[in-house]
Structures are given as structure tokens and as C-alpha cells.
């Protein structure tokens, strides 16, 4: 909405968010694995079951983009890459993106998600620490539009 609007209450909220995420919510763990689900214990809030999705791994690089493109934040380049160096260790699998967990119509949906925010990540930030995010670079730029 900020980007629209350019109202600062919304830019606001999206940092908050950030910081809930990546510091009170218990979803985003030191090696870059983003989990579904909450659950409550001890008055914080817990990733319920470590289920990871790739979607989620998307959609929090999508939002890091946004948000770098927005302040230039270093740090949300520093655990975008993190998450993607997860993200591509964990869903790609022999050169393919696997949805591991799921059987039914949803996984594709996912790995669209993923992909579609990966790439964007990526070809934002265009400096990679390895040779895996140079591949996936050159990739992602021939799908987006």
C-alpha cells in the first residue's frame, strides 16, 4: 500500500511486521527456514508443527524485496539471501522444484508462488554469494514479464 500511497503509517506497518516475523513470532528460524502455522506456549507465539512450505519462503522474499526497494535496508538483503540460499537448498531438488509434502493441486500453486517471488528477489539483488543463485538468476530472468 505504501508504494501506492505513500502514506508512512503503511510503510510502518509492514516494518512491524517485519520485526514481529523475524523476532517474536518464532516462524523464521536462524538458518533461514520460514515455518506454517502458530500455536501458542508461554505467551509466544511458536511455529506449531515446522511444517515449511515454499510459498512462505516466497512470499517473506517478496515482501523483503518491497521492503529494500523501499528504504534500502541492507538488512532485508541480508536474510533475503539467507532465506533463498534455505529456500533453494531445501524445494530444489535434482534441478527441480519439489513440493515435497503435498500431492494435490495446491503444491503447484506453492511452487508458483515461490518461483514467481524468487525470481524477483534475486534479479533485484543481482549479487549472489554462490553459483547456485547465478543459475537461478539467469533462470528467473527468463520468466519474468
Same mark, same amino acid.
Given at each position: 500500500m505504501y508504494l501506492i500511497t505513500k502514506e508512512q503509517e503503511y510503510l510502518d506497518q509492514a516494518i512491524s511486521m517485519y520485526t514481529w516475523l523475524t523476532e517474536d513470532s518464532g516462524l523464521i528460524d536462524e538458518d533461514g527456514f520460514i515455518y506454517d502455522g502458530m500455536g501458542a506456549h508461554e505467551n509466544r507465539q511458536t511455529a506449531n508443527n515446522r511444517v515449511v512450505w515454499s510459498y512462505n519462503s516466497g512470499t517473506f522474499l517478496g515482501g523483503l524485496k518491497e521492503? @529494500? =526497494?523501499? =528504504? $534500502?535496508? /541492507? #538488512? @532485508? +538483503?541480508k536474510i533475503g539471501q539467507k532465506v533463498a540460499n534455505k529456500s533453494l537448498e531445501i524445494f530444489v531438488i535434482n534441478g527441480e522444484i519439489s513440493e515435497n509434502k503435498t500431492l494435490d493441486t495446491d503444491g503447484a500453486n506453492f511452487k508458483g508462488i515461490y518461483v514467481k517471488y524468487l525470481a524477483e528477489f534475486l534479479v /533485484? +539483488? &543481482? #549479487?549472489?554469494?554462490? /553459483? &547456485?543463485q547465478k543459475e537461478w538468476i539467469n @533462470?528467473? $530472468?527468463?520468466?519474468?514479464i
Open positions: 521492503l @529494500y =526497494t523501499i =528504504t $534500502k535496508d /541492507e #538488512r @532485508y +538483503f /533485484e +539483488f &543481482n #549479487r549472489c554469494a554462490d /553459483e &547456485n @533462470y528467473a $530472468k527468463s520468466i519474468i
